[in-house]
């Protein structure tokens, strides 16, 4: 596919460095072992559209018979998406759903009310050595939706819309950009896309979103003059034209938002609501351990530990 012709793109010294409303340089977490960098939520801004997380897992080495094990645990109001550069993911959640998920697909779980899963290096992964490399985050979803019972959907790399231009590899994971939409259900407006670009090249950021960011993965991109490099995100002011151009080496980017929603949400652990007490009654839940009684279970082939609640 190619860019529909009235986004072809501008010259990025049309816009000033000032369109850019936020600059977040990305927070390093040890989950264990394994470092990520966490851009969202950031102390500046909570949310981009809907996207309340974003991590960078990676890149990383493992050697034979070593991997990731995120051990089962428990969402509220939120989507999850798993999006991978390297390596690969075994999810099985309390919904029945057991799916391996690998380069350039989607895997796309709504929690809604309740649900828990983990994530672990496939088996497969694990006989010789290997790399991970990828980008996990999460949706808050409208208040009409944060009761809803959850759902899984994966859909293959194949089944991703590709858009095409000169040095310009754009496709689309989540949401509706350049008059393509992506398979994955939305309940919000979005747009997420996994954007590799040529030394040189220009990438216009879709015009019909409210919100909008980039995160840059590898390389570099300008903005009228100003560089900047892999490992930060900008937000951009709302209704500017953006066009970013690719450092000598080129850049890989994810570029995401959508409209924003109808006010900040509570953060606290793996839970996302509107509203406090949610948060609270999931933390009773949790502790509770009422597998399968109460408001969680654990998944079927994935119940010999979890991670208990934090203090």
């Excluded at 960098?37 to 909570?46: D, E, S, Y």
């Excluded at 828990?116 to 006989?127: I, K, N, P, V």
């Excluded at 502790?287 to 009684?293: I, L, N, P, V």
Aim: proline share 7%; charged share 25%.
């Amino acid at each position: 596919m190619s860019w529909n012709p009235a986004l072809a793109p501008g010259c990025p010294d049309e816009i000033g460095v000032d369109a850019i409303e936020t600059l977040i340089i990305p927070r390093a977490r040890d989950l264990g072992g394994f470092e990520v960098k966490r851009a969202l939520p950031a102390p500046k801004r909570q949310m981009v559209g809907p996207f309340i997380f974003f991590d960078q897992a990676g890149p990383a080495e493992f050697l034979a018979g070593q991997g990731i094990d995120v051990r089962p645990h428990p969402h509220i109001g939120l989507g999850t998406v798993t999006y991978l550069y390297q390596g690969d993911f075994h999810h099985r959640d309390s919904i029945g759903t057991d799916q391996i998920i690998r380069p350039g697909a989607l895997n796309w779980m709504v929690a809604g009310k309740g649900v828990t899963h983990s994530e672990r290096t496939s088996d497969e992964g694990r006989s010789g050595p290997h790399s991970l490399f990828g980008i996990q985050t999460w949706m808050a979803l409208p208040e009409d939706k944060e009761d809803m019972g959850p759902i899984f959907e994966h859909h293959g790399k194949d089944a991703i819309p590709e858009i095409e231009a000169d040095g310009v590899n754009a496709k689309l994971i989540l949401g509706t950009a350049y008059s393509e939409s992506a398979p994955a259900t939305m309940f919000s407006e979005t747009f997420y896309l996994d954007v590799t670009l040529q030394a040189g090249a220009r990438f216009p950021l879709p015009d019909d979103h409210e919100d909008r960011g980039l995160y840059i993965t590898q390389g570099s991109v300008s903005i009228a003059g100003q560089e900047f490099d892999a490992g930060q995100m900008m937000v951009f002011r709302p209704g500017d034209s953006i066009t970013v151009s690719a450092g000598s080496q080129g850049a890989r980017l994810m570029a995401l938002g959508g409209a924003t929603l109808n006010g900040p949400r509570h953060v606290w652990w793996n839970f996302v609501a509107s509203s406090k007490d949610k948060i609270e009654a999931a933390k009773e839940e949790w502790r509770a351990t009422r597998w399968g009684d109460g408001l969680f279970d654990l998944p079927a082939d994935d119940r010999d530990e979890f991670i208990p609640l934090p203090d």
